[in-house]
Every structure is written in structure tokens, then in C-alpha cells.
């Protein structure tokens, strides 16, 4: 299993969810709303999931062994971290242009 894409779908900074992210596999299988959270220690992975009848969630979609839950964390993780990368300097550049003003 090789995870081909990722893509960030969007970015929060408020309350504890971070991102919202979709990956491919394979370039042949898309897993959408998965989510970026910060927990109390450190951030992680929540796969996409449905309430049942009894208020109970339950991921329609996981990893079933920690090796593959583990390449999808740091693969994920890594494409989040590279995008807030990515808008910092975005942001940077553009506050320099504006005080060059």
C-alpha cells in the first residue's frame, strides 16, 4: 500500500480541530474527512466517522494495523506541517511587501 496523495482541505486555528484532509491510495482509493486534531499532548489523526444509534462514534474507515496507522499519521502529519510551512512564508512575504509600501 503506497499513499500517493494528500490533500489538505482545510485549515483551522480555532477550538482543537486543525485540518480536515483527504488522502489517495494507490491513486486508486480516496478517503475524505479526515481530521487533524490537537489533543493534550500532541496532534493526531482522527479517521473519517458516524454517529450510531447510540451517540456512540465509529470510524467508517481505519488503519487495521499499527504500521499502517502509523504511515498514515506521519504522512499526514507531515503534508500538514509542510502547508502551515507553506502559509507562513506566504504570509511573511506578503507583510514584508506590504511594510515595503
Given at each position: 500500500m503506497e499513499i500517493t496523495d494528500v490533500k489538505i482541505r482545510k485549515i483551522m486555528s480555532e477550538g482543537r480541530l486543525r485540518a480536515v484532509v483527504s488522502l489517495t491510495i494507490d491513486d486508486m482509493l480516496a478517503v475524505h474527512d479526515i481530521k487533524?486534531?490537537?489533543g493534550d499532548e500532541r496532534l493526531f489523526v482522527?479517521?473519517?466517522s458516524r454517529k450510531d444509534e447510540n451517540g456512540v462514534f465509529r470510524d467508517i474507515v481505519h488503519p487495521i494495523s499499527p504500521?499502517?496507522?502509523?504511515?498514515?499519521e506521519e504522512t499526514i502529519l507531515d503534508a500538514y506541517e509542510r502547508q502551515l510551512?507553506?502559509?507562513?512564508?506566504?504570509?511573511?512575504?506578503?507583510?514584508?511587501?506590504?511594510a515595503e509600501e
Open positions: 487533524v486534531v490537537q482522527a479517521m473519517p504500521s499502517a496507522r502509523k504511515l498514515f510551512a507553506v502559509m507562513e512564508a506566504e504570509e511573511a512575504e506578503s507583510n514584508s511587501d506590504e
